[in-house]
């Protein structure tokens, strides 16, 4: 079993769309959660991180994290096709900087 | 742009070669990462450095080394080149201290692929 497992899609949504996209992790000592967004051919940035469980807004973006349920969650909300790229989650391992990535769910956001 | 570099953009190879990737990290920051990008196994963390000096290692196979240089540039080599090893190679770097979070920015890559 993979530490951080995350749906690979692709996801297909029309444009204006709430998306949900999700990961579940095994250890509960991961600290702190990202996502990275990566679009075709490029290197991933960072579009939110949390440490808490609770909810995190920036913008069209929300992060959520359950540590109870080891569970985290990017919703993005009024999904636009510059949205459309692959969404990858991340934890931090404590007291390293070692991250661990799930494999990317694509996500393609029709006009 | 991330401020990261990496060099070259791509890569063609054969078997049995070794190949030298490189990278500059954002002015400022100490901490570089290396990390191998494949289709299916997703993003693995393969090693990092911090001002020269090795601090976490990944899922790095023996026949890749790579060293932090004293301008904070860092090289990855790989030997023995296999067609498994065809990948896209990501170099990010950070600043700061273990600890707390420190954003790791990713540099555009370097897609290798071995023939």
């Known amino acids: ?11 297909s949504v029309p444009e204006g769309a709430i998306v949900s996209l999700n990961c579940t992790y095994s ?21 939110m991180y949390t440490y808490s469980s609770g909810n995190k ?24 096709p510059s949205d459309s790229a692959t969404y990858l989650c991340a934890m931090s391992v404590p007291g390293t900087y070692k991250y661990i990535f799930g494999t990317g769910t694509r996500l393609k956001v029709l006009a | 742009d991330s401020g ?11 078997t049995g070669q ?33 001002n020269g000096e090795e601090r976490a290692k990944g899922n790095i196979l023996e026949r890749f080394s790579a060293q932090q240089f004293p301008d904070l ?13 065809s990948a896209l190679y990501f170099c990010a770097s950070s600043g700061g201290l273990a600890g707390g979070h420190n954003e790791q920015f990713f540099g555009p890559g370097t ?3 071995v023939l």
Not at chain 1, 1 to 11: A, F, I, N, S, T
Not at chain 2, 4 to 14: D, R
């Open chain 2, 4 to 14: 990261v570099t990496q060099t070259p953009k791509h890569l063609i190879t054969a």
């Open chain 1, 57 to 80: 807004e920036d913008g069209r973006f929300t992060a959520q994290v359950d540590k109870s349920s080891k569970y985290i969650s990017l919703f993005i909300r009024d999904s636009q």
């Open chain 1, 27 to 47: 250890n509960s000592a991961f600290q702190y959660f990202m996502w990275y967004r990566q679009y075709s051919r490029k290197g991933p940035e960072l579009l």
């Open chain 2, 18 to 50: 070794r190949v030298t990737l490189r990278c500059s990290p954002r002015s400022g920051d100490l901490s570089v990462y290396w990390y191998q990008q494949s289709l299916d196994q997703g993003l693995q963390f393969l090693i990092q450095y911090y």
């Open chain 2, 73 to 85: 540039h860092s090289e990855l080599n790989l030997s023995s080149l296999e067609l498994g090893d």
């Open chain 1, 1 to 11: 079993q993979k530490e951080v497992e995350q749906d690979p899609g692709p996801l």
């Open chain 2, 111 to 113: 897609r290798l692929t």
